[in-house]
């Protein structure tokens, strides 16, 4: 079945950096768009990705993020990273690894999400 494994969230201090890995399972990995997902306490999750990034490799973000985040991923191991720099604290959320078939909607997976907070 897929299965997902989700790490690297943490507490970090505004301006710090973490990074967030994915290890997927269960389905053709390469096959698959992987993106982030966030939701920050009390709110619903976002609809637009943080983070999204195609088979092909292309890469998207969301304006909030820009040029501070960056997404990978790496085929051989089944593995999509988020490289969080200069953190806000509005950064402060669950994050959720995301895999989306690009021609079949249907086959969407969600990751069991891993949290994130900026604070001092």
């Known amino acids: 079945q897929v299965q997902f494994v989700e790490s690297g969230g943490g507490l970090a201090q505004p301006g710090g950096s973490l990074r967030l890995s994915c290890t997927a399972s269960g389905f053709p990995f390469s096959s698959y768009a992987m993106s982030w997902y966030r939701q920050a306490p009390g709110k619903e999750r976002e609809r637009e990705a943080v983070a999204v990034i195609t088979t092909s490799s292309s890469t998207n973000y969301a304006d909030s993020v820009k040029g501070r985040f960056t997404i990978s991923r790496d085929n051989a191991k089944n593995t999509v990273n988020l490289e969080m720099n200069s953190l806000k604290p509005e950064d402060t959320a669950r994050y959720y690894c995301?895999?989306?078939?690009?021609?079949?909607?249907?086959?969407?997976?969600w990751g069991q999400g891993t949290q994130v907070t900026v604070s001092s």
């Open positions: 995301n895999a989306r078939h690009p021609l079949i909607p249907a086959k969407t997976y």
